[in-house]
Nanobody, 119 residues
């Protein structure tokens, strides 16, 4: 059974870069046909798809976040990471990692991690 777990700092200062890692167990992240996805939910708002990295390493980004987002992976650790640069308080959210059979997440999600952007 696949399990995903987000990790990273809970507090980031404005203008800094937010970096979160998702550790995956139960499946190798290079397994076809899986995509590994980052999603966030700001307080009081809906889910926002941020981007994904495919089993082959191709990356995909939300147009609204593309200029500030980078998704990478460490296959030796079975992890994938999102970096969001130049954060503002509007980037405060619960951040989730998830698995999908394509660019949309399926049933396998991490528990989410709260990130607050504040000085």
């Amino acid at each position: 059974q696949v399990q995903l777990r987000e990790s990273g700092p809970g507090l980031v200062k404005p203008s800094q870069t937010l970096s979160l890692t998702c550790t995956v167990s139960g499946v190798v992240i290079t397994t076809n046909p899986y995509y590994w996805i980052w999603i966030r939910q700001p307080p009081g708002k809906g889910l926002e798809w941020m981007g994904a990295i495919a089993y082959g390493g191709s990356t995909y980004y939300s147009p609204s976040l593309k200029s500030r987002t980078s998704i990478s992976r460490d296959t030796s650790k079975n992890q994938f990471t999102v970096q969001l640069s130049s954060v503002t308080p509007e980037d405060t959210a619960v951040y989730y990692c998830a698995r999908g059979g394509g660019l949309l997440p399926g049933d396998s999600w991490g528990q989410g991690t709260q990130v607050t952007v504040s000085s």
